[in-house]
């Protein structure tokens, strides 16, 4: 059976006030008040009318460039009118017949290794408000319109999806976007970022498509694909018993790995949409549509590509750089700065290829730097060492005045201290003149005879004992000499 997936994803714009009114659009519901930044507009109180942000419409145009839309000019508002406790005039305010964004479409990378590429389409990105919150607490229901209001884009694609993993790395590049260009926080755990999965299946690709489920609310990319495989399987095992079902709505619950019915089949015409009377149609001029064409905006997509294609970087590095806007930020803020670099030093930075020294800034951001973010929950900016620190780095990386092993040992004792790589190089020794190769035989003998019993381990064919002899030897040359070099010195002398 094949499978089709299309996609309702609601983000929540990051802006400093709700989308119809001068209360704040606050981004952490946990940690507020309820019912703190409200008011009469916001609570759809009587003769309070709404008035569309400014900077909730200049981030939705942004998207609109990030998506590869076209614009509907002029577009407008609609009311979505259903009842429930949270939507106290019983209606929502949204786009359906006009949306803002139409006819986009998105590229990213299926595989982990960025080599097969993949477009899914998007229908519309529209303006949507969102509603209160309902808390149900013992025998009490309490409201809390802190949201209601709070600005949101729902994205709708066509149903090019075909698999799980292709929606979850749609979702990712999405989430990319949204971040890099300051749109949206898209945390999914915050709920700043949700999807509803529609999903049908057929037998070939020349049938109609089948009967469509709708999976509503999830919020992490592990139980999306969770959702989309028990959906598919429910549904295959419906249709080799020959049983028919409806379209219908589903919620899910992840903790039981099921999915349970909520409603049946709903469309337009339940909601009874028609044109929100309190709002005029959306008209853009000229100059506005023009800035927006000009500005910049920074597309995971393309940014991978070019990694790929001009600096040669495999998976390890683009993982690193591209894990969050900080770090990319802090990559491409040293690359771009090069030639300044070598005006304060009057000496050449980069010799060879700017892809070369790309790939010595990813190699140490890759490892220890991401490494030591993870451990500590830092961003790249909040490590123990400035970009002036690893400029002097990777100027001494460049022009190999210490061996790489060394280089290590000194980026470790950057990111732990304060202190600057040539303060590091002289406490270590890591400056005074290289061990010869007599001088190298003769402290690998040492170490040898000063450990006989791990001498006789190896002769009882324990190789692993190897590396504790290299480990003596590279301290007794404070890590002077390459340890493959010292690893054939050893096995010489034990042969």
């Not at 229908?123 to 969102?130: K, L, N, P, V």
């Not at 079902?245 to 790995?257: A, I, V």
């Not at 597309?299 to 590509?305: E, G, L, V």
């Not at 064919?461 to 493959?484: A, E, G, I, N, R």
Request: charged content about 30%; glycine content about 2%.
């Amino acid at each position: 059976m094949l499978l089709t997936i299309w996609l309702e994803i609601h983000i929540k714009l990051k802006s400093e006030n709700k989308m119809f009114c001068q209360c704040k659009n606050e981004q952490n519901f946990e940690n507020l008040q309820a019912n703190t930044n409200i008011c009469p507009v916001c609570t759809w109180q009587p003769w309070a009318l709404p008035t569309l942000s400014e900077e909730v419409l200049r981030k939705a145009l942004i998207l609109w460039k990030a998506l590869n839309c076209e614009i509907n000019n002029p577009s407008q508002f609609d009311r979505k009118s259903y009842f429930y406790p949270d939507l106290p005039m019983w209606y929502q305010i949204t786009q359906l017949y006009k949306p803002t964004n139409v006819k986009g479409k998105v590229s990213f990378f299926v595989d982990n290794e960025y080599s097969q590429e993949r477009t899914i389409h998007i229908q519309d990105a529209h303006m949507e408000s969102d509603t209160g919150k309902m808390i149900h607490q013992w025998w009490e229901a309490l409201l809390d319109f802190n949201r209601a209001w709070t600005p949101l884009v729902e994205i709708v694609t066509l149903p090019d999806f075909t698999s799980a993993d292709e929606v979850v790395e749609f979702l990712k590049e999405l989430q990319r976007i949204v971040r890099y260009n300051n749109i949206a926080d898209a945390d999914m755990e915050k709920w700043q970022m949700r999807c509803d999965v529609n999903i049908s299946i057929r037998e070939k690709e020349s049938d109609p498509y089948g009967t469509r489920v709708e999976v509503k609310n999830m919020n992490s990319f592990a139980a999306i694909k969770r959702a989309i495989q028990y959906e598919y399987d429910r549904q295959s095992d419906l249709y080799n018993k020959w049983e028919k079902f409806d379209q219908q709505t589903r919620g899910r619950d992840d903790t039981k790995w099921e999915s349970y019915l909520m409603r049946s089949k709903e469309d337009a015409l339940d909601y009874r949409y028609f044109p929100e009377p309190d709002l005029p149609p959306l008209l853009l001029d000229d100059s506005t549509l023009q800035h927006l064409s000009a500005s910049i905006l920074e597309i995971p997509y393309r940014i991978i590509k070019k990694f790929k294609q001009e600096f040669w970087f495999h998976k390890e590095y683009i993982n690193a750089i591209i894990s969050d806007k900080e770090t990319l930020d802090y990559f491409l803020d040293i690359l771009s700065h090069c030639e300044k670099w070598n005006e304060k030093t009057n000496a050449p930075l980069i010799k060879g290829d700017l892809g070369g020294f790309a790939k010595l800034i990813a190699k140490r951001i890759s490892w220890p730097i991401s490494a030591r973010m993870k451990e500590n929950f830092k961003s790249i900016n909040e490590l123990n060492f400035t970009k002036d620190k690893f400029q002097q780095f990777l100027k001494i990386a460049q022009e190999w005045k210490i061996l790489d092993n060394q280089l290590k040992i000194v980026m470790d004792e950057m990111i732990k201290t304060w202190k600057n790589p040539e303060e590091i190089i002289k406490e270590k020794g890591f400056d005074k003149p290289a061990i010869d190769n007599n001088e190298l035989e003769n402290i690998v003998k040492l170490v040898l005879q000063e450990n006989p019993a791990i001498v006789e381990q190896y002769k009882w064919w324990k190789t692993t004992t190897l590396w504790f002899f290299v480990w003596q030897v590279m301290k007794k040359t404070w890590w002077k000499v390459d340890p493959k070099t010292v690893w054939d010195k050893i096995i010489k002398e034990l042969s």
